[in-house]
């Protein structure tokens, strides 16, 4: 079983539509989550970080379930730049390996006209 | 541009040779990360530095992969005797000690192996 999770899609959502992102990871340690944005053959670009308490940046909110060990991220009001692939990411609690990131394999967005 | 550079961007070799790819951190940062990824996949961890010490190897990176980072600054990984299965997105990351889960990531290498 991978480490990170995510539902590798790909979604493809009109201009304007709310898309919803689910990722799981395995490792009760885990320490911080994030969520990555990658656009095609670059560099993958850190999109926000994820807290328990939930975090809204503009269109885009992360929430955390450290319980059900679940992270997800809200795309409302899709726009046309959005179309990315969105991976999820976890890092361990102390210690050395701390700073080291878990990816998931990345869920792919089209949003389209 | 004071982001992670990293050198070549593309390389095509032939397998059974070796390469060499370079990856220069931002100045400030102490933490530097390589990562691979290949297509569909997200990256996966390889190794890590902070300063001059490397502090951590994936079981991915095997006997014929390695990395240095002499003087703590910019970093070399090294793939003996390529094979197809090398061929894939090799990525360096950066980070400050202090906070080294915000990690900068350079534009990668893609290496080919025909």
């Known amino acids: 079983r991978k480490e990170v999770e995510q539902d590798p899609g790909p979604f493809n959502v009109p201009e304007g539509a709310t898309v919803a992102f689910n990722c799981t990871y395995s490792?009760?340690?885990?320490?911080?989550f994030f969520w990555y944005r990658q656009d095609c053959r670059k560099e993958p670009k850190l999109l926000m970080s994820?807290?328990?308490s939930g975090n809204e940046d503009g269109r885009f909110t992360a929430q955390l379930n450290r319980a059900s060990q679940y992270i997800s991220l809200l795309i409302r009001d899709s726009k046309l730049s959005d179309s990315a692939t969105y991976l999820c990411v976890v890092t361990n609690a102390g210690g050395t390996s701390y700073g080291k990131l878990t990816f998931g394999q990345g869920t792919i967005l089209t949003v389209h006209p | 541009d004071t982001g992670v550079s990293q050198d070549p961007r593309h390389k095509i070799t032939k397998r059974g040779q070796n390469v060499t790819f370079r990856c220069d951190p931002i100045s400030e940062h102490n933490r530097l990360y390589w990562y691979r990824q290949t297509l569909g996949q997200g990256p996966e961890f390889l190794t890590y530095f902070q300063n001059e010490a490397q502090l951590e190897k994936s079981r991915l990176l095997s006997d014929r992969f390695s990395a240095e980072r002499p003087k703590g600054s910019f970093s070399t990984l090294e793939i003996q005797r390529t094979e197809q299965g090398d061929s894939a997105m090799y990525l360096c990351?950066?980070?400050?000690?202090?906070?080294?889960?915000?990690?900068?990531f350079g534009q990668g290498t893609r290496l080919t192996v025909v």
């Open positions: 990351a950066s980070s400050l000690k202090k906070d080294p889960t915000e990690a900068f």
């Open positions: 490792n009760s340690a885990s320490q911080s």
């Open positions: 994820v807290y328990s």
